[in-house]
């Protein structure tokens, strides 16, 4: 089935194909354009830490940090190494685990065909042995000490296990070097089987590319996968954070913060649709024109560094503030106090249309680049949107909206602090 996907607003289309595989395409040309991005991209993340494949079975349990473990262990196939075989038609390849998927990708300027079959055939045939696992564990172990010293990921890290009492956001996406010795050949198995289905995945494709050719390169590579029925084990999260304040010593030559505000999920769509309209929210806030953020910027208490952003998945939802700060207990202090005040005078409206032009510009901006169409394609996929529908949620937001939003998202009681001060 072919489906064309249109915005009127900026007179672009893409493709939206079900493939007999099970797989979905979304095929993105762009006219002008001499390089391709394509992703494939399994609905699957560290987050997922238990699954069941058959409604009357019990949940399986994942080790934390086997989303990760698999994104590693997908490139190595019995006939030799996939980046060797990207080497050799000169592709740039790579692969990420987020909380809520894992995606697998190449941009190339050429040889797009050979590039495409390589991504297709490794992803989808898994090689794992006791040896190669246990391998893979000690290089992991080494990767996860390198994230422990890095400084801002402990910031973000330290905050989500502040903000989180039960739901597995709070543990870093590689896992722990305990829990990754848990995992086997085996359950690699067994978690790529469930996960891995290509009625789980899509495929996204933006650049200098012909259609046609995807399709008959999945027609040659893909077969009909078997009917899927998975279920997640979600963990039920209480409003009330875990800790409101945490620290740690760091060798680093200025204090860093992340500011956290937890906010109650709903389904996967309206996150995605809040999420879009609190970007608005934040920009009023503390973007580079508010009042508060040349406040605190012209008093030291935060430099270039400081940033906001809105994060969230199918069950969780999240608003972050961060930078380095000489004082950030104060920063955090009167970024809640701003929140406060502006929930008792209600948004200004220019600054929600200053704000809002700002974020639809932002939106506007990632259809300049193949690899952000591909991107917020499978983002959006996942969530039940398509990618137009980006642009119209942050082109449609309203004030009143907007205001809904700060007096149901941005509780300050459900706010944690994360600091990390230079040693002693």
Request: glycine share 6%; with cysteine; aromatic share 10%.
């Amino acid at each position: 089935m072919k489906q064309e996907i249109r915005s009127e607003r900026i007179r672009e289309s893409y493709q939206k194909m079900d493939h007999p595989s099970g797989l979905t395409l979304l095929l993105y040309p762009m006219e002008g354009f001499s390089s391709a991005y394509a992703m494939l991209t399994t609905d699957y993340g560290s987050v997922d830490m238990a699954f069941r494949t058959d409604p009357k079975a019990d949940f399986t349990r994942i080790p934390a940090g086997t989303a990760h473990f698999l994104e590693h262990k997908m490139f190595e196939n019995e006939d030799g190494d996939a980046f060797a075989k990207y080497a050799a038609t000169g592709a740039s390849a790579n692969a990420f685990t987020s909380f809520d998927k894992t995606s697998y990708l190449f941009g190339c300027a050429d040889h797009f065909e050979e590039s495409l079959r390589i991504l297709l055939e490794f992803v989808t045939t898994p090689y794992f042995t006791p040896q190669t696992v246990n391998k893979e564990q000690g290089i992991i172990g080494q990767e996860i000490k390198m994230y422990d010293d890095n400084p801002d990921w402990r910031v973000l890290f330290n905050l989500l296990k502040a903000m989180y009492v039960k739901h597995p956001i709070s543990i870093d996406i590689a896992g722990t070097v305990e829990s990754i010795a848990e995992i086997t050949a085996d359950s690699l198995y067994e978690t790529y089987h469930a996960f891995y289905n290509l009625r789980n995945m899509v495929l996204t494709v933006a650049g200098s590319f012909s259609p046609d050719t995807v399709v008959r390169i999945v027609d040659e590579t893909l077969r009909p996968a078997p009917q899927l029925y998975l279920e997640r084990g979600f963990v039920k999260e209480p409003d009330q954070v875990a800790q409101k304040r945490i620290e740690q010593k760091f060798p680093v030559a200025a204090p860093m913060f992340g500011l956290g505000l937890k906010v109650r999920p709903a389904d996967p769509k309206t996150n995605v649709v809040n999420s879009i309209v609190n970007e608005i929210v934040n920009e009023v806030l503390v973007g580079d024109a508010s009042p508060l953020y040349r406040r605190l910027y012209d008093g030291g208490l935060i430099n270039a560094t400081f940033d906001s952003e809105t994060d969230c998945g199918k069950d969780f939802s999240a608003l972050i503030f961060s930078g380095e700060s000489k004082e950030p207990d104060r920063a955090a202090q009167e970024i809640l106090k701003e929140i406060e005040r502006v929930q008792k005078t209600g948004i200004d409206p220019a600054a929600f249309k200053r704000s809002k032009k700002a974020v639809y510009g932002r939106y506007i901006r990632m259809l300049n680049r193949p690899d952000s169409i591909a991107n917020a394609m499978a983002g959006a996929y996942f969530s039940g949107l398509d990618v137009y529908d980006l642009l119209e949620i942050a082109a449609g937001a309203t004030l009143e909206e907007a205001q809904r939003r700060l007096a149901e998202d941005y509780k300050t009681e459900y706010a944690a602090l994360s600091v990390i001060s230079p040693l002693d």
